[in-house]
């Protein structure tokens, strides 16, 4: 089978959130020694001292460029790398499901799973109980490169949490979806018949 992620996946999103969190230490740690060393030479300044707006201004000017900077860089950069680094982690434990279904086609809208973009894969399984085909839908990270799938190919595939991690086409082109749309058609319509029937029945 074909494993979409690997080790190198978690090492390298690993390596990304520690740079960004050191970039963030590192920003903060200044801005306090910055702020400290003006509050100390506030301190030491004589009472009502001409130069006392020198350090408020500096340190409020510091705060603010902190504030623009180093916050939204933590919101949008981490946060999304952050979110990534969670999901990878958790593809080594938890449940995972195998299942075997008809590969229909790609649901490449905007889509997100676990605050992940993605792109749905949608499969067609035949239900025993229902008697019909059922639609199945599992998702494809989007930082992967698309998998070489074709209409009606018939795939094995684990997933965790909806999340394709390994995939194996069994068979290429196993179905005709218009063979399966034409038997849906046709169960409808006999439907619809024995109900205009039964209907007829009471009728009389």
Known sequence: MISVYNDADFLSVYKQRKRVLDIFLIATLVYMAFSIAWLIYYIGLPYKDP???LPKACV???SAVYAVLVFPFMAIKFSR???YYKL?????DGLKNEEKNYFYCFEEKSLQKDNVDVIGCVFETWSKKKSEWMEREAY???EKPLPAL???DYVRYIVQ???ILQYEI???KALEFEEVIDEEIEESTKTQEEAQQEDGEENE
């Open 81 to 83: 790398i952050n979110r």
């Open 51 to 53: 130069m006392q707006t």
């Open 140 to 142: 494809f990270d989007v």
């Open 161 to 163: 949490s909806n999340f």
């Open 170 to 172: 069994l068979e290429h």
């Open 150 to 152: 074709e209409s009606g």
């Open 60 to 62: 409020f000017v510091a």
């Open 88 to 92: 990878l982690r958790g593809f080594s």
